[in-house]
C-alpha cells in the first residue's frame, strides 16, 4: 500500500517563500507529482520529480530524495493568487494509478 | 482544444435516488479515473479504467457502478447503495505513462448534494 503524509494547513506573508513537505511510505515509486487546487476547482498540474534533486519551475521548486522517501514543494515570492491546496500524490511501479495525499492547505496573508 | 469535461456541474439528489455524472474527454487517453473529494480527504480513488470495456475498482468503490463502452467516455452512477454520496466528485484522463507531461488531466468537477 501506499501513505501520505503533509502538514493540513500552512499560513505565509506576501512575497515570502513558503516550503510544503510532503512524505511518503510506498511499495514501490515511480513518481511523484504535485498539483495546486484552488477552493472549487480541479487540480492543476505543477511538477514532477522521478530522479532525486531539485526541479525548479518559475517562483515554484520541487525537491525529491528517494531514499528518504520525502519531497518538498517551495514557493517563492508568494502572492495572494498562490492561496490553494497542494496535492502531493505518488505513483508506484508499474502503475498508472496516482494516490494522493490530504492536501496542504495554504493561506497567504498580506 | 482538447479537454476533459464534466457535467452537470451541480448536481442535487434525493434520498434513494441514482444518479449519473458525465466525464467526456478528448485527448485521446485510453486510461480514465474517478474520484471523490471530501474536506479534509483529499482524494480517494473510486473507480478506474485502463482500457475500453474493461474497469477496476478503488479503494472506495462500494456504492457506485461505472462503465467504458466508448474511450471518450467514462460514466459514474452514485446508486441509492452509497449512503453518504454529498463530496466534490473528480473525473480524469491520462496517457499510459504518468511523466513530467503532467500525470492527470482533471475534469472541472460535480459537486453532489443530497437534499
Known amino acids: 500500500g501506499q501513505n501520505i503524509d503533509q502538514p493540513t494547513e500552512m499560513t505565509a506573508t506576501e512575497g515570502a517563500i513558503v516550503q510544503i513537505n510532503c512524505t511518503y511510505q510506498?511499495?514501490?515509486?515511480?513518481?511523484l507529482f504535485w498539483y495546486q487546487q484552488h477552493a472549487g476547482e480541479a487540480p492543476t498540474f505543477l511538477s514532477y520529480?522521478?530522479?532525486?534533486g531539485l526541479e525548479e519551475k518559475g517562483r515554484f521548486s520541487s525537491f525529491l530524495s528517494r531514499s528518504k522517501g520525502y519531497s518538498y514543494l517551495l514557493l517563492k515570492e508568494l502572492q495572494m493568487k498562490d492561496s490553494a491546496s497542494y496535492l502531493c500524490?505518488?505513483?508506484?511501479?508499474?502503475?498508472?494509478?496516482?494516490?494522493f495525499g490530504k492536501g496542504t492547505k495554504l493561506s497567504v496573508i498580506p | 482544444d482538447g479537454g476533459i469535461t464534466q457535467s452537470p456541474k451541480y448536481l442535487f439528489r434525493k434520498e434513494g435516488q441514482n444518479v449519473t455524472l458525465s466525464c467526456e474527454q478528448n485527448l485521446n487517453h485510453d486510461a480514465m479515473y474517478w474520484y471523490r473529494q471530501d474536506p479534509g480527504q483529499g482524494l480517494r480513488l473510486i473507480y478506474y479504467s485502463q482500457i475500453v470495456n474493461d474497469f477496476q475498482k478503488g479503494d472506495i468503490a462500494e456504492g457506485y457502478s461505472v462503465s467504458r463502452e466508448k474511450k471518450e467516455s467514462f460514466p459514474l452512477t452514485v446508486t441509492s447503495a452509497q449512503k453518504n454520496p454529498t463530496a466534490f466528485y473528480l473525473c480524469?484522463?491520462?496517457?499510459?505513462?504518468?511523466?513530467?507531461?503532467?500525470?492527470?488531466?482533471f475534469g472541472s468537477g460535480t459537486r453532489l448534494t443530497v437534499v
Open positions: 480524469a484522463s491520462s496517457a499510459p505513462t504518468l511523466d513530467r507531461s503532467g500525470g492527470y488531466t
Open positions: 510506498t511499495s514501490g515509486f515511480n513518481g
Open positions: 520529480n522521478v530522479l532525486d
Open positions: 500524490a505518488v505513483t508506484g511501479a508499474g502503475s498508472y494509478q496516482l494516490t
